[in-house]
């Protein structure tokens, strides 16, 4: 597996922006379908948004649909969330996470699971003010 750790996280006004990066340790990391999740407090883990491990596919949570956009560059081994037009809603900890198996390609439904992702980074916090 890979190991995680998210960076870009912050405070930031409604309809702002802001831009996730997720740096991934291991040569495998190419091979892992990638996703990212958020938890607000009191609330479970949401999936927000996942791309197959060689970007055939993207995948998003209808609450951040023409919102976000995932990319990855694996010659970096990261991983990032563009976030636009960002909602007080949007508020949480965001969390990038790895396939538990390498070269899957599923109808999204699947990576809407956390169950699915085996490896987790440490979380990045991110705060819409209204």
């Known amino acids: 597996q890979v190991q995680l750790v998210e960076s870009g996280g912050g405070l930031v006004q409604a309809g702002g922006s802001l831009r996730l990066s997720c740096a991934a340790s291991?040569?495998?990391?190419?091979?892992?379908?990638m996703g990212w999740f958020r938890q607000a407090p009191g609330k479970e883990r949401e999936f927000v948004a996942a791309?197959?491990?060689?970007?055939?596919?993207?995948y998003y949570a209808d609450s951040v649909k023409g919102r976000f956009t995932i990319s990855r560059d694996n010659a970096k081994n990261t991983v990032y969330l563009q976030m636009n037009g960002l909602k007080p809603e949007d508020t949480a900890v965001y969390y990038c996470?790895?396939?538990?198996?390498?070269?899957?390609?599923?109808?999204?439904?699947?990576?809407?699971?956390?169950?699915?992702?085996?490896?987790w980074g440490q979380g990045t916090q991110v705060t819409v003010s209204s």
């Open positions: 996470a790895a396939d538990r198996s390498q070269f899957t390609n599923y109808r999204g439904i699947y990576y809407a699971e956390p169950v699915n992702f085996g490896s």
């Open positions: 291991g040569r495998a990391f190419g091979s892992y379908t």
């Open positions: 791309v197959t491990w060689n970007s055939a596919n993207t």
